[in-house]
T-cell receptor
Framework: AQTVTQSQPEMSVQEAETVTLSCTYD???????LFWYKQPPSRQMILVIR??????QNATENRFSVNFQKAAKSFSLKISDSQLGDAAMYFC??????????????FGTGTRLTIIP | DSGVTQTPKHLITATGQRVTLRCSPR?????VYWYQQSLDQGLQFLIQ???????AKGNILERFSAQQFPDLHSELNLSSLELGDSALYFC??????????FGPGTRLTVL
């Protein structure tokens, strides 16, 4: 079974600075997806960014980028120019790509990000 | 707005009761997923449906059941409710092999 670990329960960053959230995962599969979801105080789960394991290039979405290290099974999220609206719980998630029909997400325990004005 | 709708937003009920949570997926999405978010268990996958058929089961209790209807909306039925069932229940939808988009959730409180 796959597991996802987020070892930083809480982090804080000064507004306009850069912060990196860590995620590691364990799997025996070679083909999979990785995601970062954001959960603000409204509790809505919002997709931030995704990475396909077969792609070597790291995904980017505006101020959000990932550092995907497949051999190390590491998938960190970098937020540049942090804004007050980035304050939220961030969840790392794994999904198999080879197990067709079972597309469940396995989540980490989350990192609560605080933005300091 | 993800395009996934869930009703009701809040539900307060008593132990032993039965409730039904409803989800409408994004237009065109055939897959529907249910997740439970609680303080002690985190985000847990419950069940997946694809075009009306059950596709995968996770940590779903026998007291819980779900179905997906021909119009692709889905319902999650929770019966013989216990205090520990209090949680936020999310529905998500996706196109085949696409990313999952989540609804706003239903907050269930069992008293």
């Amino acid at each position: 079974a796959q597991t996802v670990t987020q070892s930083q329960p809480e982090m804080s960053v000064q507004e306009a600075e850069t912060v990196t959230l860590s995620c590691t995962y364990d799997t025996s599969e070679s083909d999979y997806y990785l995601f970062w979801y954001k959960q603000p105080p409204s509790r809505q789960m919002i997709l931030v960014i995704r990475q396909e394991a077969y792609k070597q290039q790291n995904a980017t979405e505006n101020r959000f980028s990932v550092n995907f290290q497949k051999a190390a099974k590491s998938f960190s999220l970098k937020i540049s120019d942090s804004q007050l609206g980035d304050a939220a719980m961030y969840f790392c998630a794994y999904r198999s790509r080879t197990n067709f029909g079972n597309e469940k997400l396995t989540f980490g325990t989350g990192t609560r990000l605080t933005i300091i004005p | 707005d993800s395009g996934v709708t869930q009703t009701p937003k809040h539900l307060i009920t008593a132990t032993g009761q039965r409730v039904t949570l409803r989800c409408s997926p994004r237009s065109g999405d055939l897959s529907v997923y249910w997740y439970q978010q609680s303080l002690d268990q985190g985000l847990q996958f419950l069940i997946q449906y694809y075009n009306g058929e059950e596709r995968a089961k996770g940590n779903i209790l026998e007291r819980f059941s779900a179905q997906q209807f021909p119009d692709l909306h889905s319902e999650l039925n929770l019966s013989s409710l216990e205090l520990g069932d209090s949680a936020l229940y999310f529905c998500a939808s996706s196109a085949l092999r696409g990313p999952q988009f989540f609804g706003p959730g239903t907050r269930l409180t069992v008293l």
